[in-house]
């Protein structure tokens, strides 16, 4: 196959879109049509395999979506000419579904609330409600148990009263089986195709087992069986009771009815909500919160803040320590350049998630080294002052950002020309003065897209914040995780993430659309200020 | 005090018989500088090595740097069952190498396309892959998570807690930035060498792989080792994705390490962040060379 590659094929020039072909072409050599075919087929078994589970799921939309993709890769790659798109087409299609569609995405979860308590449809919430809000009925009767395991779910096997062995699980209502095994009284222990847990392997899912409730029947209303020990287990039904007509649930016991309040939970009418709702649009109103509610206006404001307090100043320290140790070792007769050198960007080689944890063990107030062996003892709150502790993440991010602004520097001012300043020094011109009126606004100049680029990435730098401080020192004054040191996107992923105060995916979809706006604003400018758009033209 | 200097200083300190105050105008104040900078720079990576090495194991046990000498920080590093740090490292090469990989083919792929074909949409492509790298993906964590359990629904193996998952979210930055170096690089062969291919007979793939690939190997370096530190620093993406303690890489192991108790386990910390530190600082400093000038062609790190 290979001999046969090497071999010149007698076909005229591709088309490259210079050069459009007049007699067609002739195939590729052999071993490129099998690589092709091969490459094709995988990819073609993949998307058959994928269209089967989506058709199996019922995910109508995606499905068609994918059977287009599908479709439209085929025919990229079995058409002739069309070339560009071969080419293009691996990373388009990537680019399109992790960059391109999860920002759409991200987009849509912003208008919704979805999150901790409003996950899924409401038909699904509805079913949760009844299942999980439940109580045992006061005179049911005993079910010897025994708790069964197949591929790893669960499943209750109990012996009714009348002597009768049925088996369920969670997603499985209860249906009559035959026992291969029973114990000494009678009740069924063991089914064919099941492993009967002993009592070592129910002590350790004791969790799992506990929460477990099989229905009695499809109808929720019937009850399901729930087992405390896992030997015995007790009717359970409904505590509140879903009114399908009325669209409302009651309170067997209380008499309390929660109706639908449109906005994805059900209500009481004194306000009380049953926590498991589903998933709505809602419009403006993540925006509305973020901007009112008293208890995320003022951080959010001082996060905005932070933010581009943090952008600013890292890119400025950074640039100014680079440039400055730019011009220091810009001597070509200094003895030990590249040994300095080497040892300054080490920090720039390392990862950059290690350094922010790295330097916070340096800094921690109790135990950290720099003040307990540095400065003998003392109790500085580096990491827990609210401004000690913006100024130590600016300080990590100095150490971190100033050999990449170094280098940067370097190479920039190696280029200036040298007739410049010569000219400058005829005019009698001082050092200080042709810096300041002549080099720094030239290199200004051919930075300024670097330093713009700079201030973009230090806009989402999670990693030195997030491993520094977490963001803290906690605001008071507001529920949210939030702190001096958060900067907009270490906000969103613990708003989205974080333990404590539930999942709002919302409300941080709305955040990151926030980010989208600001970056999009800061890379307008970019555009303008860099050639990056006549390099285009050529 | 300028570099402007250099030129008039040169000619009045003739090395030897220059006073100190002449050598220190012309040159000491640079050494003094360069020292601190030094320190500054090597300070806290000292503090880390030595935290490893001292058995103590916890952040309050040293009073100087380098006082006592053990490996035991290491061992228990390895021991560590719930924390398999050895699988981290692992995992971490396998996602860096294959993402690095993949990204560095779909990138040159596409900056073929865009250097050597002319065809209608290019310059609008270019422009939107510009635009598009502005917004790191790490601002749609949450639409990639929601993406990710969506998937995992319908293909368990693609879904939350698949590296394989991940490397997917991670090549769709693939195109972008890299795809710009690429382009730059690309446009720097003359397009005569693959003319005269062409005529010899090669087709467009033949082209690619034996004419473009070979000549641009430099650029292809960069962007697979700058992909590779990128990823291998990623936390926010991986963190989100991968919850089970066997499947995740070093950063988010070893951000969990020190999450809860970060003053107890320090030493085993510090050790791992040595061994973490080492291949892709070693990586680095190899190619640094290649680095910079990948860098100032536009990239930061990321």
Redesign the interface.
């Known amino acids: 196959m290979v001999e046969i590659e090497e071999k010149p094929e007698v076909s005229t020039a591709r088309p490259g879109g210079r050069k459009p072909s007049k007699n067609g072409r002739g195939p590729d050599s052999l071993g490129g049509i099998l690589a092709k075919i091969i490459l094709l087929g995988i990819t073609d078994a993949v998307a058959a395999f994928v269209l089967f589970q989506l058709a199996l799921s019922a995910e109508w939309l995606v499905f068609g979506i994918s059977l287009l993709t599908t479709l439209a890769i085929n025919w990229i790659y079995l058409r002739r000419g069309g070339l560009p798109a071969k080419y293009l087409a691996p990373g388009v299609i990537f680019l399109m579904v992790f960059q391109v569609f999860v920002m759409i995405f991200s987009t849509y979860i912003a208008f919704t609330n979805y999150g901790d308590g409003h996950n899924s449809s409401k038909e699904d919430a509805i079913a949760s409600i009844q299942l999980s809000a439940s109580e045992r009925v006061p005179d049911s009767p005993q079910f010897p148990t025994s708790v069964l395991e197949k591929n790893g779910s669960y499943f209750l096997l109990v012996t009714t009263p009348e002597g009768e062995a049925k088996l369920g699980g969670a997603e499985e209502p209860l249906h009559t089986v035959t026992p291969s095994t029973t114990g000494p009284t009678g009740a069924a222990t063991g089914v064919e195709g099941y492993g009967t847990l002993d009592f070592a392997t129910l002590l350790q899912h004791q969790a799992e087992i506990t929460s477990l409730s099989v229905p009695i029947s499809a109808n929720p209303e019937d009850g399901s069986l729930k087992t405390a020990d896992g030997s015995t287990s007790y009717v359970y039904t409904p505590k509140l009771k879903y009114d399908a007509n009325a669209d409302t649930f009651t309170d067997t016991a209380t008499g309390t009815v929660y109706s639908d309040d449109g906005r994805g939970s059900f209500v009481a009418s004194d306000g009380t909500r049953l926590n498991t709702g589903w998933k709505v649009n809602v419009g403006l109103e993540n925006f509305e919160r973020a901007f009112t509610d008293p208890n995320l206006q003022g951080p959010l404001l001082k996060v905005i803040a932070w933010t581009f307090g943090f952008a600013i100043l890292s890119v400025a320290t950074t640039f100014a320590l680079g440039l400055f140790l730019a011009i220091t070792f810009n001597k070509a007769d200094l003895k030990g350049k590249k040994f300095y050198r080497i040892l300054m960007i080490l920090p720039y080689a390392f990862p950059a998630f290690l350094s922010g944890l790295v330097w916070s063990g340096l800094l921690n107030p109790e135990f950290g080294f720099i003040n307990n062996a540095l400065l003998g003892g003392a109790q500085i709150p580096w990491l827990t002052d609210p401004v000690l502790s913006k100024v130590s993440v600016l300080m990590v991010n100095l150490w971190l950002g100033y050999p990449y602004m170094f280098l940067v520097c370097t190479g920039a001012l190696q280029s200036l020309p040298e007739d410049v300043d010569e000219a400058a020094r005829m005019d009698g011109a001082g050092a200080w003065k042709i810096f300041t009126a002549i080099k720094l606004p030239l290199l200004l100049v051919s930075l300024a897209p670097l330093l713009i680029a700079s201030f973009a990435f230090n806009f989402n730098n999670f990693n030195v914040i997030f491993m520094l401080t977490g963001g803290g020192p906690r605001f008071d004054g507001t529920t949210f995780d939030i702190g001096s040191t958060d900067i907009l996107i270490t906000m969103v992923y613990k708003i989205a993430f974080g333990t404590g105060t539930g999942r709002d995916y919302g409300l941080a979809s709305a955040l990151a659309i926030l980010i989208f706006i600001i970056v999009a604003a800061v890379s307008a400018l970019s555009f303008k200020k860099t050639k990056a758009l006549e390099d285009l033209n050529q | 005090?300028?570099?402007?200097?250099?030129k008039a200083t040169?000619t009045t300190v003739p090395a030897n018989k220059a006073s100190f105050g002449q050598w220190f105008k012309a040159?000491g104040w640079?050494?003094l500088?360069?020292?601190a900078?030094?320190v500054?720079?090597?300070f806290?990576?000292l503090?880390?090595l030595s935290?490893a090495l001292n058995p103590t194991g916890?952040?309050?046990g040293?009073?100087?740097l380098f006082t006592e000498f053990g490996t035991g920080n290491f061992e228990e590093l390895f021991a560590n069952q719930e924390r398999p740090f050895g699988r981290w490292f692992v995992n971490t090469l396998v996602i860096g190498t294959v993402t690095s990989a993949a990204t560095v083919f779909?990138?040159a792929?596409?900056a073929?396309?865009f250097s050597?074909?002319?065809?209608t949409g290019?310059?609008v492509?270019?422009?939107t892959l510009?635009?598009?790298q502005?917004?790191?993906?790490?601002?749609?964590?949450?639409?990639?998570?929601?993406?990710l359990n969506f998937i995992g629904?319908?293909?368990p193996a693609l879904g939350l807690g698949s590296q394989l998952g991940l490397i997917?979210?991670?090549?769709?930055?693939?195109?972008?930035v890299n795809?710009y170096l690429m382009y730059?690089f690309f446009?720097t062969v003359p397009t005569s060498l693959d003319e005269s291919a062409?005529?010899?007979?090669?087709?467009?793939?033949?082209v690619?792989f034996k004419i473009i690939m070979p000549l641009v190997t430099p650029i292809l370096a960069v962007v697979g080792l700058l992909a590779f530190?990128g990823i291998?620093?990623e936390?926010?993406i991986a963190?989100?994705v991968l919850t089970d303690p066997d499947s995740q890489t070093?950063?988010v192991g070893?951000?969990s390490y020190?999450a809860q108790q970060?003053?107890e386990n320090?030493g085993v910390?510090?050790a791992g962040?040595v061994l973490?530190?080492i291949p892709?600082?070693t990586l680095?400093?190899f190619l640094?060379r290649y680095i910079?000038s990948g860098?100032?062609a536009?990239g930061?790190?990321?």
Do not use: E
Not at chain 2, 198 to 206: C, L, M, N, T
């Open positions: 005090m300028s570099t402007l200097t250099t040169a040159k640079r050494h500088v360069a020292i900078a030094t500054f720079s090597v806290p990576l503090y880390v935290a916890t952040m309050a040293a009073s100087s779909l990138g792929m596409a073929y396309a050597r074909m002319r065809f290019r310059r492509g270019l422009l510009l635009l598009l502005m917004f790191p993906q790490l601002l749609t964590v949450v639409a990639i998570f929601l993406l629904d319908i293909i997917m979210v991670y090549l769709g930055g693939a195109l972008g795809t730059g446009n062409r005529i010899d007979g090669a087709s467009h793939v033949q690619f530190i291998s620093s936390f926010v963190s989100v070093l950063a070893l951000y020190v970060r003053s320090w910390f510090a962040a973490a530190a892709v600082m680095f400093l640094q910079t860098l100032t536009g930061v790190k990321g």
